[in-house]
Structure formats: structure tokens, C-alpha cells
């Protein structure tokens, strides 16, 4: 079965790290396009993080310099560390798959997504 699921999350203190795993089975993984996204509560998704099957990342400016988004091709698994978090890092983060990087800018035409994992800045 196609499917991405996200661990990881947590409390975290402003200022602190945190390193959620992006896991995913069943498609061809080192082909694939990967984001990472987040929703706060009563926003929209947003982008943060991409990372192209070529190596290649992208960051959205609030995140650029504070997160960094890895892979591990063997484990099939997108990691986005997370440092110098604040209190706007308080989100659901979701990672997800598509076959282009249009596609996950537009959040279309994806291949999977997962449900998320809780990051709580407290302060």
C-alpha cells in the first residue's frame, strides 16, 4: 500500500531543536519529489521544505537557515530537522510525495501525504 507517515513531533521550547521522520512505503521512493508542509490551527497548509529527487532543497523564507530537510534513501525516510523553533512553528507537519516539484508547490497531483505530527512551541 502507497502511504507516508510522520513521527516525531512533540513539546519543544522556543529556541529548542526538534527532527521529525517522514517514513513511506510502497512507491518509488529515490524518484520522488518530497515536501514538507505545515497547518496551524485555522490556517491554510504551507509549504516549508522541499527536497528534489536530484539532492536539491528549497525553504520557504520563514524556515531558510532554521530547518534543514534530509533523506535516507535505504529507510525510505525525509527528516526535517528543526532548529531555532518559535512560537509560529506551532503546526501539524506533514510530509508528502509528488512526481514534480510543481506539483508540490501547488499541493496537486500529489502521489501521498500523511496525516502529520503535532509540534507545540511552548514559551
Known amino acids: 500500500e502507497l502511504w507516508l507517515a510522520e513521527f516525531g513531533g512533540g513539546s519543544v521550547q522556543a529556541g529548542g531543536s526538534l527532527r521529525p521522520s517522514c517514513i513511506s512505503s510502497?512507491?518509488?521512493?529515490?524518484?520522488?519529489?518530497m515536501g514538507w508542509y505545515r497547518q496551524a490551527p485555522g490556517h491554510e497548509c504551507v509549504l516549508d521544505s522541499i527536497l528534489r529527487s536530484d539532492g536539491v532543497s528549497y525553504y520557504a523564507d520563514s524556515v531558510k537557515g532554521r530547518f534543514t530537510i534530509t533523506l535516507d534513501n535505504a529507510k525510505t525516510t525525509v527528516y526535517l530537522q528543526m532548529n531555532t523553533v518559535n512560537r509560529q512553528d506551532n503546526a501539524v507537519f506533514f510530509c508528502a510525495a509528488g512526481p514534480t516539484v510543481a506539483a508540490l508547490k501547488r499541493f496537486s497531483e500529489l502521489n501521498a501525504w500523511g496525516r502529520g505530527t503535532q509540534v507545540s512551541v511552548s514559551s
Open positions: 510502497g512507491f518509488h521512493f529515490d524518484a520522488s519529489n
